[in-house]
């Protein structure tokens, strides 16, 4: 995990995901229960799911943002995501955190995603 004294100044505070930890998995099949109402797809194929971590405790902490400031469930996404994992077999507790930097772009989407919308 990199810490905030390790960033780039000006870059945003996204540190890279704890891949390698044996709840990672399961955490991310989690989050794909989660969809954005207004898109049939789910949020972490939407490439919306910035970071996860997952600490030597089990505490997931989770960054996320939203396809627009304006999204009419913004203040309800992270306690969906938060719902979804807290039951995940292992995980202690659950904090998800919103973010606009960077700003979501369709780019971010998996090739499922993109299949899925027929952008491909």
């Not at 890279?16 to 989690?30: F, G, Q, R």
């Not at 902490?61 to 938060?82: D, F, K, N, S, Y």
Request: glycine share 6%; net charge negative; hydrophobic share 40%.
């Amino acid at each position: 995990m990199t810490d905030a004294s390790q960033q780039l100044e000006g870059a945003p505070l996204i540190a890279p995901s704890s891949t390698d930890h044996a709840l990672y998995d399961s955490v991310v099949e989690a989050c794909r229960t989660v969809y954005d109402p207004e898109i049939p797809v789910n949020i972490y194929d939407l490439g919306l799911v910035y970071t996860i971590e997952i600490s030597d405790q089990n505490d997931v902490r989770l960054i996320m943002t939203l396809t627009a400031p304006g999204c009419p469930v913004a203040g309800e996404m992270p306690g969906w995501l938060q719902e979804a994992i807290e039951p995940v077999a292992g995980v202690k507790t659950v904090d998800v955190e919103i973010t606009w930097e960077p700003p979501w772009g369709m780019d971010m989407m998996s090739d499922e995603a993109r299949l899925e919308l027929g952008f491909m």
